[in-house]
């Protein structure tokens, strides 16, 4: 239906659900502080010291988190060689082309080179637990057959594969046709075998 009707997929939480909570926080303490009578002042101390033991470890551990990134965070930091090899992905492909895409990578590769992802940000993949699941199961798990992996690559429509290089899995399987591979990343084309009719 998103595609049919040409909008945006993405699932937010929406303004209308933080606005609630709001109004019902407001009117939460407004009824304390009433109830409270002469401890009001007491009450609404205790209310603020809650607030701030429970709010202050949480900004200060995401504050530490982008002030000090490691450049071992691929989900913060993308290496240069990573990036290199998303521009050769955009430059060899077609923008109707859908990549499959290991993790980290298929968070930031269709902001940063405007492609589809078949498993991308859980916000922005429809069905994105189940996708997840079956790209995991495509990189990473050695005893499944390289006709499934073949099968998954055909069924989904998918054009090319980013990779971590040296992935042992996927160097015996026959569709993917290595395009390029730097120290971050590898790029594979899936070349579909033709339909024979007899």
Known sequence: ??????????????????????????????????????????????????????????????????????????DIYLP?????????????????????????????????MGRKTYWGDPLMTIRSQEKEKEAVQFFYLPDISNEYRAEFLINNGIN??????GHDTLKNLGLLEKIDSNSQATLYKVSIPPVSHQ
């Open 80 to 112: 240069v060689d990573a990036f290199r090899m998303f521009e050769k992905a955009r430059d060899v492909s077609h923008e109707s082309d859908v990549f499959l895409i290991s993790w980290p990578y298929q968070l930031s590769f269709p902001a940063l």
């Open 160 to 165: 090319y594969v980013l990779e971590y290089p």
């Open 1 to 74: 239906m998103p595609n049919i009707l040409n909008f945006n997929k993405a699932r937010f939480i929406p303004i209308s659900d933080s606005l609630f909570m709001a109004i019902l926080a407001t009117s939460t303490i407004t009824q304390l502080a009433k109830i409270s009578g002469k401890f009001k002042n007491i009450v609404l101390l205790f209310l603020l010291t809650i607030f701030t033991v429970l709010t202050i470890p949480t900004y200060y551990m995401q504050i530490s988190y982008f002030i000090n990134p490691s450049i071992n965070q691929l």
